[in-house]
């Protein structure tokens, strides 16, 4: 009996394909086993368990803040009733978000090798496994890991629509773009990126003005049209809009996208950077450009005539070798480049002041530029010459660099009371303390007349794992949500707090019970202070101080199977 042997040449992309999704679960699935973070709770109560059984079309209706990522949600929504099973099983929760992920990277390497040739499609679906943007949103119970897989299948159809396959292109970015805006409304500023490279490209390949507005609008119309969606709940939709948040520096939120581009893109960050550079320069010497020197293009050339056997010489896909192009692939790369990044900057310039929208908002655009990234490593030949191998290491190592290099800083900022939340850092990822401290006072039967007070980002992770482990929802408070009137507890009852040090667990029991919080700091485990009564991690449990506090027990935590 014959066997084979799985080829990992550049040829063979399925064999890496399951190489890139290996690294891509491995990465991924800790964070995924990890404790519910603020935003996905607010989705799993207010949007998908809906105890109110109020069904899936309440989940389009209900937009009180813009956490609802509706589409996003409606999948969760059936996702969860399909399988059935209780929400601490994590990792089975977060599936649907690591499949839009998964759909990525197979997308990207068995598709867009059309255009870049099997080496850089390989490297690119790598790039993705192990991108820490990518793969940080990528498992999240929330509407980004699906914005990302649309926003490529976009890509995909607005290449097949320059490359000749019109009808099939339009298809696929109408219907892309059509459920866009439906995940995340700001989601249609991918809609003129495409639209512009659609019309340009056929301009100057020599196609009626007409045609190429024709060819272009199907983009547009369809986000529209998406978008027109939210006219039949304006009044909530403006509300939220008038909402403050955001960041508060448009220059501090372009600062991050640009850190973010270069940890995603990394192992091409360099050639990148270059082609853009290039490019400008032959503009700047006004060098004659081709006959077809289309700003936005990536049109493939007239295949050749078939070889002996049906093959086409140069069918990127098939032969592992790049497909030639009508147009330098700096022209491109610096195409797709500028133009996000021109949207980008008109977004922030939009901008109310003082309230710059979150770095995520602009992860539509992840795709489009994972492209020209991956393009430029055409322009600079050099990366075509190493072993594929070697790149391909080089690949992992860059976004396992700059994870680890987050991750350090961001366990930095922590002790320093800081929450970072970014594009490159997330003080909630992998996270499992709030859990543990939850269960951990189920073991220890500390639930009965218990009120705990936490911060407002620690709040509705701890109320939810406080209600699996059996708790009462009411007796979880925030510090920003303290009822008027409110008391500490006194005889019987036990006020706890949940805080990541001593000195932000003096400011919170500073809030309810008076006082100067230096001074319950300086009076720890003294009468007029506070008790540690355990620790894990990042995170502490507090009580007044008490001559003997809490023995804890070693018996197992009990954990119920719904949400109270």
């Known amino acids: 009996m014959s066997t084979r042997k799985l080829d990992f040449s550049e040829g063979s992309v399925g064999a890496w394909l399951v190489?890139?999704?290996?690294?891509?679960?491995?990465?991924?699935?800790?964070?995924?086993?990890?404790?519910?973070?603020?935003?996905?709770?607010?989705?799993?109560?207010?949007?998908v368990l809906d105890l109110g059984g109020r069904g899936l079309g309440h989940v389009f209706r209900n937009y009180p803040v813009a956490n609802n990522h509706m589409l996003s949600s409606a999948v969760y929504w059936l996702w969860i009733r399909f399988i059935d099973f209780n929400i601490t099983a994590e990792h089975l929760l977060r599936a649907p978000s690591m499949a839009f992920g998964a759909l990525t990277i197979a997308l990207v390497m068995c598709h867009w090798r059309t255009w870049l040739g099997n080496r850089l499609a390989i490297l690119g679906g790598l790039l993705l496994a192990i991108s820490p943007v990518f793969t940080a949103y990528a498992y999240q119970v929330r509407g980004y890991a699906l914005t990302m897989a649309l926003a490529a299948a976009a890509v995909s159809g607005a290449i097949?629509?320059?490359?000749?396959?019109?009808?099939?292109?339009q298809v696929i970015v109408a219907v892309a773009m059509l459920l866009l805006p439906i995940v995340i409304p700001s989601n249609v500023i991918l809609a003129p990126v495409l639209a512009l490279l659609i019309a340009a490209v056929l301009w100057r390949a020599g196609r009626p003005c007409t045609q190429c507005l024709l060819q272009s609008m199907p983009v547009l119309l369809a986000?529209?049209?998406?978008?027109?969606?939210?006219?039949?709940?304006?009044?909530?939709?403006l509300a939220v809009s008038r909402e403050p948040g955001g960041w508060p520096s448009a220059w501090m939120v372009a600062g991050n996208l640009a850190l973010a581009l270069l940890a995603h893109a990394g192992f091409f960050a360099a050639t990148l950077a270059g082609a853009v550079a290039l490019r400008a320069g032959r503009r700047h010497a006004r060098t004659p450009r081709p006959a077809l020197d289309p700003a936005l293009a990536l049109a493939l050339?007239?295949?050749?005539?078939?070889?002996?056997?049906?093959r086409r010489p140069d069918a990127g896909a098939g032969s592992g070798r790049p497909p030639r192009l009508l147009v330098p692939p700096v022209a491109v790369v610096a195409a797709l480049t500028l133009r996000c990044v021109a949207v980008v900057a008109a977004v922030l310039l939009a901008a109310r002041s003082g309230q710059a929208p979150y770095p995520r908002v602009f992860l539509v655009l992840l795709p489009p530029l994972t492209l020209a990234a991956l393009l430029s490593g055409r322009v600079f030949t050099a990366i075509r010459h190493w072993p594929l191998a070697?790149?391909?290491?080089?690949?992992?190592?860059?976004?396992?660099?700059?994870?680890?290099?987050?991750?350090?800083?961001?366990?930095a900022q922590l002790r320093k009371n800081a929450t970072p939340n970014n594009l490159v850092q997330q003080y909630y990822r992998g996270a499992?303390?709030?859990?543990?401290?939850?269960?951990?006072?189920?073991?220890?039967?500390?639930?009965?007349?218990a009120v705990v007070l936490t911060d407002e980002y620690d709040f509705p992770t701890f109320r939810l794992y406080w209600q699996l482990s059996g708790g009462q929802r009411g007796a979880v408070l925030a510090v920003n949500r303290i009822p008027d009137g409110f008391q500490a507890p006194r005889d019987t009852q036990r006020l706890w707090i949940v805080a990541r040090n001593q000195a932000v667990a003096a400011g919170l029991y500073q809030r309810v019970a008076g006082g100067d919080a230096a001074a319950i700091k300086q009076n720890f485990n003294r009468p007029g202070g506070l008790v540690e009564v355990a620790a894990y991690r990042r995170r502490g449990l507090f009580l007044p101080y008490v001559p003997k506090p809490p023995a804890i027990r070693n018996n197992p935590p009990p954990r119920s199977k719904n949400l109270v």
């Open 19 to 47: 190489i890139a999704l290996a690294v891509y679960v491995v990465r991924v699935m800790p964070w995924a086993m990890a404790e519910f973070w603020y935003d996905e709770v607010i989705t799993l109560g207010d949007y």
């Open 160 to 169: 097949e629509v320059i490359g000749g396959r019109r009808w099939t292109g």
């Open 223 to 237: 986000a529209v049209v998406g978008f027109s969606y939210y006219f039949t709940l304006w009044d909530k939709f």
């Open 301 to 310: 050339a007239p295949a050749p005539a078939p070889a002996r056997g049906g």
């Open 390 to 411: 070697l790149a391909a290491l080089l690949v992992v190592a860059n976004g396992f660099v700059w994870e680890r290099a987050s991750e350090a800083v961001t366990d």
């Open 432 to 449: 499992d303390e709030l859990r543990h401290l939850a269960s951990l006072m189920a073991q220890q039967q500390w639930m009965e007349n």
